[in-house]
């Protein structure tokens, strides 16, 4: 089992950042890919940014990239997403999810492909 704790959402003006947090604990095996998710009202969860149990590779949706900065330190079990130039579309439940995986450090970009959630932290940006 593995157990994720986001925190770090909350209200901010548009242009404004947000550091997100996922702590992981729980797991049985240190390696694991993490991605970060978000979910609007009347719309489909959809995948942020995703990063391998390295660090080494990581991946951001398009319309974000440039804007979001993913990283983790597995000395701490910590997983961060860093939000600069929000925008109010950006306005979302931001989830945490995870896999357990292997050594071949590989992405994963669907809601599927992950075992392990957590129960979301809220991002509201106001124009």
């Known amino acids: 089992q593995m157990q994720l704790v986001e925190s770090g959402g909350g209200l901010v003006q548009a242009g404004g950042s947000l550091r997100l947090s996922c702590v992981v604990s729980?797991?049985?095996?240190?390696?694991?890919?993490i991605a970060w998710f978000r979910q609007a009202p009347g719309k489909e969860r959809e995948i942020v940014a995703a990063?391998?149990?390295?660090?080494?590779?990581?991946h951001y949706i398009d319309p974000i990239q440039g804007r979001l900065i993913i990283s983790r330190d597995n000395t701490k079990n910590t997983v961060w997403l860093q939000m600069n130039s929000l925008k109010p579309e950006d306005t979302a439940v931001y989830y945490c999810a995870g896999r357990l995986t292997d050594y071949s450090d590989r992405l994963y970009s669907t809601a599927d492909d992950y075992n392990y959630w957590g129960q979301g932290t809220q991002v509201t940006v106001s124009s």
């Open positions: 990063i391998s149990y390295s660090g080494e590779n990581t």
């Open positions: 729980g797991h049985t095996s240190p390696i694991y890919t």
